[in-house]
């Protein structure tokens, strides 16, 4: 039904199920398990439930179905299967996909978990990893092998914001026959081609732009129904990483308000970078929007939007950061992204603090680097909030 309606439709009544009662805002079930009309009807559940059939709340709810749904609508693709936070959407989708012995090839330029399921988990299951500059296209041919069975990335980094080139990558693993997950959590739904440009699987942490007001932990699996019912959801089943209804309700209700959020954070954005072009306290500014991002037409072309992320790096190092983020009146010191407020976290210092030094050099995570998550404050204050902090770096 959803099929004809445009995104900002979808985000609001797409996956939509009402209970006798016709309830208008979507109803939580708050309950672990279901009852049965006959001993014939669990055993006939067990062994095959239908899609509004339920079980066990670890294996499907109706409020977490339609959060799926939902999902599955907006980002073009038939499935999903909600998770309990964004790492248990990336762990899950990995460990779904891989067995002992099989090679994984994956950008460098992660978020800190991530980096450590690769650098530390899958090989300790037998996995072989390889690493490579995301932004390399030659880097990204000579890593993928004939036994290559996964490819991971993240559509644009964190924190630096390096943007991959999602369909010449999908196209190198898909001739191998590996599988493509991808962590779109920068571009968000709301600029979203990556299913549309060959990515297999795209998690997201539903924590940050999807919830957007700081309320809940919560991630999402993406993809085909063969890939999400045949490999991630008995992984996750099984392993008791599923959403909980009640983040379900939170997600869906954030999920109505996240295109206007979005686009006004990424104008504030694209507005804020325009102002801090050339700033003598600047050694660095990243926002894959702005002209001076090296990839910059890369990203017009995969999102049309730069997004609602920018980092700065501030001369002076750690002392002239810190002090930049003290002098902050409007925003907000956290770690957190994709809020309606804005926050600006040091990466070096807290997020990727235990990459060791030559792994941040080799980033970009310079001791001096501010991770910018535009909120929905008025752009104009925000930007002078901005400026009047870099006065006391």
């Known amino acids: 039904m959803s099929n004809g309606w445009k995104t900002r439709t979808k985000l609001v009544h797409a996956g939509s199920k009402r209970s006798q009662w016709n309830e208008v805002s979507e109803a939580i079930f708050l309950t672990q398990g279901f009852v049965y009309d006959t001993a014939e009807q669990a055993e006939a559940r067990f062994i095959k439930a239908e899609p509004d059939e339920y079980i066990y709340a670890r294996y499907g709810n109706p409020t977490v179905a339609m959060f799926e749904e939902r999902m599955a609508a907006i980002e073009g693709c038939e499935d999903g299967f909600a998770t309990a936070s964004g790492m248990a959407a990336v762990?899950?989708?990995?460990?779904?996909?891989?067995?002992?012995?099989?090679?994984?090839?994956?950008?460098?330029?992660?978020?800190?978990?991530?980096?450590?399921?690769?650098?530390?988990?899958?090989?300790?299951?037998?996995?072989?990893?390889?690493?490579?500059?995301?932004?390399?296209?030659?880097?990204?041919?000579?890593?993928?092998?004939?036994?290559?069975?996964?490819?991971?990335?993240?559509?644009?980094?964190?924190?630096?914001?390096?943007?991959?080139?999602?369909?010449?990558?999908?196209?190198?693993?898909?001739?191998?026959?590996?599988?493509?997950?991808?962590?779109?959590v920068f571009a968000t739904p709301v600029y979203s081609k990556a299913i549309e440009l060959g990515v297999d699987i795209v998690v997201y942490s539903a924590t940050k732009h999807i919830d957007g007001q700081g309320r809940a932990l919560g991630g999402i699996i993406l993809g085909s129904h063969e890939l999400i019912r045949g490999k991630v959801e008995p992984y996750m089943k099984h392993t008791g990483g599923a959403m909980s209804p009640f983040a379900a309700w939170i997600m869906l209700k954030g999920l109505e308000t996240m295109d206007l959020r979005v686009r006004a954070q990424s104008a504030t954005a694209a507005k804020l970078a325009e102002a801090l072009e050339g700033h003598p306290k600047l050694a660095r500014l990243i926002y894959p929007g702005h002209a001076s991002h090296p990839q910059n037409d890369l990203v017009t072309r995969q999102m049309g939007n730069g997004g609602t992320m920018l980092s700065i790096d501030v001369k002076g190092g750690k002392e002239a950061a810190f002090r930049t983020l003290n002098a902050l009146k409007i925003a907000l010191i956290s770690n957190n992204l994709g809020d309606a407020k804005t926050i600006a976290t040091p990466p070096a210092q807290t997020t990727h603090q235990r990459l060791p030094?030559?792994?941040?050099?080799?980033?970009?995570?310079?001791?001096?680097?501010?991770?910018?998550?535009?909120?929905?404050?008025?752009?104009?204050?925000?930007?002078?909030d901005i400026l009047q902090a870099l006065e006391q770096a």
């Open 357 to 384: 030094e030559d792994q941040k050099q080799t980033l970009g995570i310079t001791p001096g680097l501010i991770r910018l998550s535009l909120g929905i404050e008025d752009s104009d204050d925000l930007v002078a």
């Open 91 to 184: 762990n899950g989708a990995l460990m779904a996909c891989v067995s002992a012995g099989d090679h994984v090839v994956g950008s460098r330029a992660l978020f800190g978990s991530c980096l450590y399921i690769l650098d530390e988990i899958l090989p300790r299951m037998g996995v072989e990893v390889t690493l490579v500059d995301g932004r390399d296209l030659d880097a990204w041919e000579a890593a993928i092998r004939a036994d290559t069975k996964l490819v991971f990335f993240e559509t644009i980094s964190n924190p630096t914001l390096e943007v991959v080139d999602i369909k010449s990558v999908s196209a190198m693993a898909h001739e191998v026959g590996a599988i493509v997950v991808a962590d779109n």
